[in-house]
């Protein structure tokens, strides 16, 4: 009883891996894997920063660089943006203080919904900005701007919808 038992077992072992083998020989023979798997064209790096947006710059200011003892940078006006800048150096990455400049500020609006305050976007290095753009439109992903900026840091930056990103503005740089 118990043989026959065994025997049955291990003819349905046998059986399913004269199955899986030629099914695993005849995917890889007939189609490559370059082919079915589509070959990245451009990569996420590091979190570069997360900003914040602030409706005191100078209170703001203080709190991280007088009771939290950050390192931080200048205040630096970016007109083209609608939005001062000062960067909070944390080590692995940093934060942004946003601050409205200008009757258009992006950040104006914000600030009138969010009067404390909160985070405005988060931005994401990736390696190859333009690569990134074609492949998200693609995905129906909207992009803020047509063309790349130049961001805080001197380098091409692009927008991405906020209802496209689960709630959250997300800014691509270029590393
Ligand atoms: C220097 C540079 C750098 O770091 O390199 C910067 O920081 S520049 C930082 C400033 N620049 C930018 O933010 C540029 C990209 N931003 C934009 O184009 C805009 O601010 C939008 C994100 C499209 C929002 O446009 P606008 O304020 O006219 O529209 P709105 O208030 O009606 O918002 C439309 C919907 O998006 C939501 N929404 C608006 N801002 C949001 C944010 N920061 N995070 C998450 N959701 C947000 C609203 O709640 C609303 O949802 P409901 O419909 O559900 O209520």
């Given at each position: 009883?118990?043989?026959?038992m065994v025997k049955?077992?291990?003819?349905?072992?046998?059986?399913?891996?004269?199955?899986?083998?030629?099914?695993?020989?005849?995917?890889?023979?007939?189609?490559?894997?370059?082919?079915?798997?589509p070959?990245?064209?451009?990569?996420?790096?590091r979190?570069?920063?997360?900003?914040?947006?602030?409706?005191?710059?100078?209170?703001?200011?203080s709190?991280?660089?007088?009771?939290?003892?950050?390192?931080?940078?200048?205040?630096?006006?970016?007109?083209?943006?609608?939005?001062?800048?000062?960067?909070?150096?944390?080590?692995?990455?940093?934060l942004?203080?946003?601050?409205?400049?200008?009757?258009?500020?992006?950040?104006?609006?914000?600030?009138?919904?969010?009067?404390?305050?909160?985070?405005?976007?988060?931005?994401?290095?990736v390696?190859?900005?333009?690569?990134?753009?074609?492949?998200l439109?693609?995905?129906?992903?909207?992009?803020?701007?047509?063309?790349?900026?130049?961001?805080?840091h001197?380098?091409?930056?692009?927008?991405?919808?906020?209802?496209?990103?689960?709630g959250?503005?997300v800014?691509?740089?270029?590393?």
């Amino acid at each position: 009883m118990a043989a026959s038992m065994v025997k049955v077992a291990v003819a349905g072992i046998v059986g399913h891996f004269r199955h899986a083998v030629p099914t695993v020989r005849r995917l890889s023979l007939s189609k490559p894997l370059a082919q079915v798997v589509p070959v990245p064209i451009w990569k996420l790096g590091r979190l570069n920063h997360i900003a914040i947006a602030v409706p005191d710059l100078e209170k703001a200011i203080s709190l991280y660089r007088d009771v939290l003892g950050a390192r931080l940078s200048d205040t630096v006006p970016l007109p083209e943006h609608g939005v001062y800048t000062v960067f909070v150096e944390l080590g692995n990455t940093k934060l942004e203080l946003l601050y409205p400049l200008g009757e258009k500020s992006p950040i104006s609006g914000f600030l009138q919904k969010n009067k404390a305050g909160g985070m405005h976007h988060i931005c994401i290095e990736v390696d190859d900005i333009k690569a990134a753009i074609t492949d998200l439109k693609a995905k129906k992903i909207r992009t803020l701007s047509e063309e790349p900026r130049i961001g805080a840091h001197g380098k091409p930056v692009m927008f991405l919808h906020p209802k496209d990103c689960d709630g959250v503005l997300v800014e691509l740089e270029e590393a």
